[in-house]
């Protein structure tokens, strides 16, 4: 399992993928946070907080992680290589497992330079140090199961599919839809009092209370079912070859 993890990280880093996924990552929450003229600009809010990365992030993770999955099975099967690989020494868990942690660990290496613009806005903070150290690793902990949740629907849509474009198209709308989706239904009338239930099946609910810094048990085991299930799921569609 952890050759096929080796070989999955070196295909990402040894492409133009892991590069270009980290470069836009950057790119993008760099210009909101410093450069254009918005209200989630640092220098021009006056507030000596990182925010704007918390807030921007999954939006942008909503396209960066499908576009790194995308190929993770899809690719195999459209090679023919999906036999090859299954006939491999290893069980299909462990490898979606590898899969799976090798697109975290690319995820992982795109949020590790933003510690920059916490040590900047750290050193800009009048006094120095004035920001809320504490409810920012909260942030960055519901970031990383965010995270973790999109690749695991990523790698789900590419095991269905031969097709890379249908691969990220599908992950975009399972994402975006476990993301906000069961938010936005919770809205409707026709739920009535089960509405809190509703909202609480989604992503964006528990995201938000860990990016106030409070990292609750029911919260972390939402995660980690939510993970379980993409990567079980993923698992079937692999076994029903053998159907």
């Excluded at 470069?23 to 254009?36: A, S």
């Excluded at 949020?111 to 120095?128: A, D, F, H, Q």
């Excluded at 993301?179 to 009535?192: C, I, Q």
């Amino acid at each position: 399992m952890f050759t096929l993890l080796k070989k999955e990280i070196r295909s990402f880093l040894s492409s133009l993928i892991g590069y270009i996924t980290i470069t836009v990552f950057l790119l993008v929450i760099g210009l909101f946070m410093w450069v254009l003229k918005t209200d989630s600009n640092i220098l021009d809010n006056g507030y000596a907080n990182i925010d704007t990365l918390f807030f921007i992030a999954p939006w942008v993770f909503l396209f960066l992680i499908p576009a790194i999955t995308m190929r993770s099975f899809a690719d195999e099967k459209r090679a023919g290589t999906i036999e090859l690989l299954l006939t491999r020494p290893l069980t299909d868990l462990q490898i979606i497992l590898a899969k799976y942690f090798a697109g975290f660990a690319l995820v992982l290496f795109s949020l590790l330079p933003t510690l920059i613009y916490y040590y900047s806005v750290y050193k800009l903070g009048n006094p120095v140090g004035n920001i809320d150290t504490g409810g920012m690793w909260g942030s960055y902990i519901g970031l990383l199961f965010l995270g973790a949740a999109f690749v695991s629907i990523g790698i789900f849509a590419s095991a269905i599919t031969d097709n890379q474009v249908v691969s990220f198209i599908l992950a975009l709308f399972l994402c975006l839809f476990i993301y906000r989706g069961f938010d936005l239904m919770s809205a409707f009338p026709l739920f009535g009092k089960i509405d809190n239930v509703i909202l609480a099946l989604g992503i964006d609910s528990h995201y938000a209370s860990m990016s106030r810094g409070v990292i609750d048990t029911r919260d972390v085991i939402y995660f980690i079912s939510l993970i379980a299930i993409f990567i079980f799921s993923t698992r079937t569609v692999l076994e029903s070859r053998k159907w």
